[in-house]
């Protein structure tokens, strides 16, 4: 039997180079604050999981739609309770109870103040950011970027304006995907320089 | 790792918590007259103020297109028998008062918790994840609380470890469970600042330092006040399982019965009286006698007593007459409403409207009170003021659940003495809730000869 001798720098430089690898491998999700556990979309997908998650974006998107649509579609003739009923229709569990409860009664003084009316156009720009919500059973969530195009200004903005960006968060609640509530930018930006926690 | 690092968490929030009890349930510290040496609440020491809800710029909601919702911030607020307030926030104002200690007044209390860090760890450390400390490890935060820290001081931004989800999820934990015990909040004479504490001066027990109320003096104890705590119920009385009314050939609807039963508050203050001096005998030959007329002494005295040498006046001794004035706190108006639950609606609009085509909301409210059943109020000779209302037949048109909720406003209490009405305690309003469930009979088609 022939002996292959193999140079013992061969054997160190090879061990340091698998060493590099796995700490490469581990640290780059530790460095950019991603773990594995977070990330929310294997690297290589199967036709049939791509053909699922093309559907879960479609629902997911579609239901930001219909969120904002909802929270942007205000008759202060039909009156609060309409409005809320329509929104709490698209929204999930905890949105509903929110908006019955704080948003609604903050906002709704000012509709009817002012006699506003507004309709909306809504359309999607982006996903920008999809998570995992360990606090509602592990749910998938995905933001979406989405353009506001109001009919009127709202009463009780800072300045008036109707076309804007807005960022809806919607989450899949007993398999379906319902719109929570809308992200302000710097939520969104430090969720995401942070890795998308959780 | 994951189960170690969160032994570690909940030890780190347990000692926050554990230790400053063990420092306030000392006698000498003001917490004494509030919690037990075990550290359980005093509440039957305690004057309930009720709940108080304030406008607060510093907690806010942004939505897109620049507008900004300042959100109201809700204390349920006591008064200990010393005057100081303890103040029960509700957890989205605590979440919030502790991001922003010194608007929201939280840096003034002498709060059991410390300060807003901790508030913050133990609102938020229990839904750390391992991944999120881990994240924390990594922009350089080896205690979660030196983060919570930095977020207050400027440092760092909240929104970096608590999730999409947690803000709303605080503010429907304000709602579902009332008013949660995370944390009290004692401001040292609350009476006195009360333009600074939370909730402002409404409802608080009478400030006497400006003299109207009854003399102290440097011998007597000081006045005092006491209150049993109120009894306040709303509750369905009837039928045992209440029918939508569309659903039911009868129409019947519930019943709904209110009572209100606010013990008196028990004033009790003590007068200084001196007996009249009398004229005693001096064996020295020191005395400067006892000057006529005698009726001004206690005992006998004759006109020999006077100019003598022999005798001298003797000042008669203090006494503090204590007296207990049983003061009716008067019930001036009784709200109660009726309200689909948030879920219960979100039930119908949802898990219903999947089932049934087009189901809907009829009726999601009901005003009771007034209006829909007169109130007796009055109070008794024993001082207990009451009040009750029996609604009949609420048709209530929705299934699910509905909030009962009751608020009563008292006239507070006042002490008439020397002609002058001395209030004793402010007006104030109690709240209470129950819920009350309304059925709908739902029908199921099943195959014919199914297993």
Same mark, same amino acid.
Request: charged share 15%; hydrophobic share 40%.
């Given at each position: 039997?022939?002996?292959i001798?193999?140079? @013992? @720098? ?7 180079i698998?060493?590099?690898g796995?700490?490469l491998?581990w640290?780059?999700?530790k460095?950019l604050?991603?773990? *594995?556990?977070?990330v929310s979309?294997?690297p290589? *997908?199967?036709p049939?999981?791509?053909?699922q998650t ?8 579609k239901a930001?739609i219909?969120?904002?649509h909802?929270?942007y579609?205000?008759d202060y003739? @039909?009156g *609060?309770?309409a409005?809320?009923d329509q ?7 905890t949105?509903?109870i929110v908006y *019955?409860?704080v948003?609604g ?7 009817e103040?002012?006699?506003t009316a ?16 360990d606090?509602?059973?592990?749910a998938p969530?995905?933001v979406w970027?989405?353009q506001i195009?109001l ?5 009780m903005q800072?300045?008036?304006q109707?076309?804007?960006?807005a960022?809806a968060?919607v989450i899949?609640?007993?398999? +379906?995907w ?6 302000? +930018?710097e939520?969104?930006?430090v969720?995401?320089s ?5 | ?7 570690i968490?909940?030890?780190v929030?347990?000692a926050l918590?554990?230790?400053p009890l063990?420092v306030?349930?000392?006698d ?6 509030i ?6 609440i005093?509440w039957?020491?305690?004057s309930?103020l009720?709940?108080?809800s ?8 942004t ?5 900004v ?8 607020r006591?008064q200990?028998p010393?005057?100081?307030i303890?103040v029960l926030?509700s957890?989205?104002? =605590?979440?919030f ?8 007044g ?13 508030i ?6 229990p839904?750390?994840?391992?991944e999120q400390?881990a994240?924390l490890?990594?922009?350089?935060y080896t205690?979660? !609380?030196?983060f919570?820290q930095?977020?207050?001081?400027g440092?760092e ?5 608590v999730n999409?989800?947690y803000?709303?999820?605080?503010l429907?934990m304000?709602?579902?469970?009332g008013?949660?015990?995370n944390?009290l ?6 009476l006195?600042d009360?333009v ?14 400006d003299?109207?109320?009854?003399p102290e003096?440097q011998?007597?104890p000081?006045?005092s006040i006491? !209150?049993?705590p109120a009894?306040?119920?709303i ?10 009314v569309?659903?039911d050939?009868?129409?019947r609807?519930?019943?709904i019965?209110v ?7 028990i004033f ?5 009286? !001196? ?14 006698g ?6 001004l002494?206690?005992?006998s ?24 004035e049983i ?12 309200q689909?639950?948030p879920?219960?609606?979100?039930w119908? =609009?949802?898990?219903?409207a999947?089932?049934y085509?087009?189901a %809907?909301?009829?009726?999601p ?9 007169p109130?007796?109020a009055s109070?008794?000779?024993?001082g ?13 048109a929705?299934?699910?659940a509905?909030?009962?909720?009751m608020?009563?406003?008292?006239a507070?209490?006042v002490?008439?003495?020397n ?14 809730q129950?819920?009350l !469930?309304? %059925?709908v009979?739902?029908?199921t ?5 199914a297993p």
């Amino acid at each position: 039997m022939n002996e292959i001798m193999v140079p @013992k @720098k061969w054997v160190v430089a090879v061990l340091v180079i698998i060493g590099l690898g796995a700490g490469l491998l581990w640290g780059v999700p530790k460095v950019l604050g991603r773990s *594995q556990a977070n990330v929310s979309a294997p690297p290589t *997908q199967t036709p049939a999981e791509e053909a699922q998650t093309g559907q879960d974006d479609n629902a997911a998107q579609k239901a930001a739609i219909v969120g904002a649509h909802a929270f942007y579609t205000v008759d202060y003739q @039909k009156g *609060q309770q309409a409005w809320l009923d329509q929104l709490c229709s698209v929204s999930t569990q905890t949105g509903c109870i929110v908006y *019955q409860k704080v948003i609604g009664p903050n906002l709704w003084s000012g509709f009817e103040q002012a006699e506003t009316a507004t309709t909306v156009k809504v359309t999607v720009q982006e996903k920008v950011d999809e998570q995992i919500s360990d606090t509602r059973g592990n749910a998938p969530m995905q933001v979406w970027r989405l353009q506001i195009e109001l009919s009127d200004p709202w009463p009780m903005q800072n300045e008036p304006q109707t076309i804007f960006s807005a960022l809806a968060l919607v989450i899949q609640e007993q398999g +379906e995907w319902k719109f929570e509530r809308f992200l302000t +930018e710097e939520e969104l930006s430090v969720f995401s320089s942070a890795g998308g926690q959780p | 790792m994951k189960t170690f690092q969160s032994v570690i968490l909940m030890l780190v929030i347990i000692a926050l918590v554990a230790i400053p009890l063990r420092v306030v349930a000392d006698d000498e510290s003001p917490w004494g007259e509030i919690l037990n040496p075990d550290g359980s609440i005093r509440w039957d020491l305690l004057s309930d103020l009720g709940t108080v809800s304030e406008s607060a710029d510093w907690m806010d909601i942004t939505l897109p297109g620049g507008i900004v919702l300042d959100l109201d911030a809700t204390y349920h607020r006591y008064q200990t028998p010393s005057g100081n307030i303890l103040v029960l926030p509700s957890p989205a104002t =605590l979440f919030f008062m502790a991001m922003h200690p010194v608007e929201s007044g939280l840096a003034d209390a002498n709060s059991m918790l410390g300060n807003g860090a901790a508030i913050l760890a133990m609102l938020i450390g229990p839904s750390l994840n391992s991944e999120q400390l881990a994240q924390l490890a990594t922009m350089g935060y080896t205690d979660p !609380q030196a983060f919570f820290q930095a977020v207050i001081d400027g440092q760092e931004n909240i929104w970096s470890i608590v999730n999409f989800t947690y803000l709303f999820d605080i503010l429907r934990m304000s709602f579902n469970s009332g008013f949660l015990v995370n944390a009290l909040l004692l401001y040292l004479n609350g009476l006195e600042d009360c333009v600074n504490i939370p909730g402002g001066c409404a409802g608080l027990v009478a400030d006497c330092s400006d003299g109207n109320c009854v003399p102290e003096s440097q011998i007597c104890p000081a006045p005092s006040i006491s !209150q049993a705590p109120a009894a306040l119920t709303i509750l369905k009385v009837a039928p045992e399982n209440p029918l939508v009314v569309g659903q039911d050939p009868e129409k019947r609807g519930a019943d709904i019965q209110v009572s209100v039963s606010i013990p008196p508050v028990i004033f009790t203050w003590y007068k200084q009286v !001196q007996d009249p001096p009398t004229c005693e005998p001096v064996d020295s030959g020191n005395g400067e006698g006892c000057p006529g007329p005698g009726s001004l002494y206690d005992n006998s005295w004759d006109l020999s007593m006077e100019d003598n040498p022999f005798y001298e006046v003797v000042e008669g001794e203090i006494h503090c007459i204590e007296h207990v004035e049983i003061l009716p706190e008067p019930i001036t108006e009784v709200q109660a409403n009726a309200q689909l639950s948030p879920e219960s609606r979100y039930w119908i =609009l949802n898990d219903l409207a999947s089932k049934y085509y087009e189901a %809907y909301i009829h009726q999601p409210g009901f005003d009771l009170l007034p209006g829909m059943a007169p109130i007796n109020a009055s109070c008794a000779g024993n001082g207990i003021c009451t009040a009750d209302a029996f609604v009949p037949n609420v048709p209530f048109a929705d299934p699910g659940a509905f909030d009962l909720r009751m608020w009563v406003y008292t006239a507070g209490t006042v002490f008439n003495w020397n002609s002058v009405a001395i209030p004793i305690t402010q007006p104030r309003v109690l709240f209470t809730q129950d819920a009350l !469930q309304v %059925y709908v009979t739902l029908v199921t088609l099943l195959p014919v000869g199914a297993p």
